[in-house]
């Protein structure tokens, strides 16, 4: 009778215990086995006998002490990037044969971006799970240089953002709409001339450069750098949010996207108007792992946002 070697004896998967995963999981998380433990709701003990198995399963300690912390070895920290992922997708897997009903779901989808969307879409996707999956809640978090890797290990289910931002390759990506720029400056400023903003004007005034990534230049000063032109930036700052109350109490001029414009008229009384030198319209644009492709929750929420449902009516007309 034949034999099985001892290399397919020691592989992993032939000894691979589902219930082991989850507080692999907690164990790499938490970094802790008290923490994890309670984390996984189990005892200590259990855990530690979890932890016992796991190190031997996978030949690797995991967790050493480090001073008074325990730290992950190298394939820990291995893990605990890839195994996030790695179970969201055999929960797909697993779940694919479950309808997802959003209207009884309690998923929690977490969503990193920044301001511009909390203006121009969060409110209108709200409004949306409130009418047709109220038991939905959403995490939104400030866009990081941490997040695509956060998205990569499936931490997050979306991320919403700039086409100029760098993004992993293998991420999926989808194009939602262009948003052109406009201008906004408070009533009465003293380079309007006949409810006009002239370019000499425009580019003789103080401005407000919204900065998301902190770049010192934006898409106004290479349109003018083409024109052998500079204009001064006076104020620059990182969320779009605060840029109508900034204009609206100085004499700064402010060139930003046309949605988040208008929510600034609409919240501040500013004046907006068209810019006097043409200029790109930047892409906005969704990311999202391969891996969320087929799993129902996710392309839900996706379908909403992309088929224009959870989005504002200005937005809407944007992505035709």
């Not at 190298?74 to 055999?90: I, S, V």
């Not at 931490?155 to 953002?161: A, M």
């Given at each position: 009778m034949a034999t099985m070697s001892n290399s397919g004896l020691r592989h992993p998967l032939t000894r691979l215990n589902l219930n082991l995963l989850p507080m692999l999981e907690a164990l790499l998380r938490e970094r802790n086995v008290t923490a994890a433990a309670r984390r996984a709701g189990v005892s200590q003990s259990a855990m530690s006998?979890?932890?016992?198995?796991?190190?031997?399963?996978?030949?690797?300690?995991?967790?050493?002490?480090?001073?008074?912390?325990?730290?992950?070895?190298?394939?820990?920290?291995?893990?605990?990037?890839?195994?996030?992922?790695?179970?969201?997708?055999?929960?797909?897997?697993l779940a694919r044969q479950v309808p997802f009903d959003p209207a009884s779901s309690q998923q929690e989808f977490r969503i990193a971006t920044f301001d511009y969307f909390?203006?121009?879409?969060?409110?209108?996707?709200?409004?949306?799970?409130?009418?047709?999956?109220?038991?939905?809640?959403?995490?939104?978090?400030?866009?990081?240089?941490?997040?695509?890797?956060?998205?990569?290990?499936?931490?997050?289910?979306?991320?919403?953002?700039?086409?100029?931002?760098?993004?992993?390759?293998?991420?999926?990506?989808?194009?939602?709409?262009?948003?052109?720029?406009?201008?906004?400056?408070?009533?009465?400023?003293?380079?309007?001339?006949r409810g006009r903003l002239p370019l000499n004007r425009y580019i003789d005034a103080d401005h407000l450069l919204i900065s998301v990534e902190g770049r010192a230049l934006g898409p106004v000063d290479r349109a003018l750098a083409k024109r052998g032109r500079a204009r001064r930036v006076a104020l620059r700052l990182p969320h779009f949010g605060s840029a109508g109350l900034a204009v609206m109490r100085s004499d700064l001029v402010c060139t930003l996207a046309s949605s988040v414009a208008q929510v600034a008229q609409e919240t501040y009384g500013v004046l907006v108007l068209p810019p006097p030198l043409p200029l790109p319209a930047p892409a906005i644009t969704a990311w999202w792992p391969p891996q969320h492709d087929d799993d129902p929750p996710r392309r839900w929420l996706r379908q909403a946002l992309f088929g224009g449902e959870a989005m504002s009516p200005r937005l809407r007309k944007l992505m035709r």
């Open positions: 006998h979890s932890l016992a198995k796991l190190r031997a399963l996978l030949e690797d300690p995991l967790l050493v002490m480090s001073g008074r912390d325990m730290v992950l070895t190298p394939r820990g920290e291995q893990l605990a990037r890839a195994l996030p992922g790695a179970l969201d997708a055999l929960e797909a897997t909390e203006l121009t879409t969060i409110p209108a996707l709200l409004e949306h799970l409130r009418r047709h999956a109220p038991g939905i809640k959403l995490s939104v978090e400030r866009l990081d240089r941490a997040s695509p890797a956060r998205l990569l290990a499936g931490e997050l289910d979306l991320v919403l953002g700039g086409e100029s931002m760098t993004m992993p390759p293998s991420l999926v990506t989808r194009r939602l709409y262009r948003d052109p720029f406009m201008v906004i400056v408070r009533p009465g400023h003293p380079a309007l001339r």
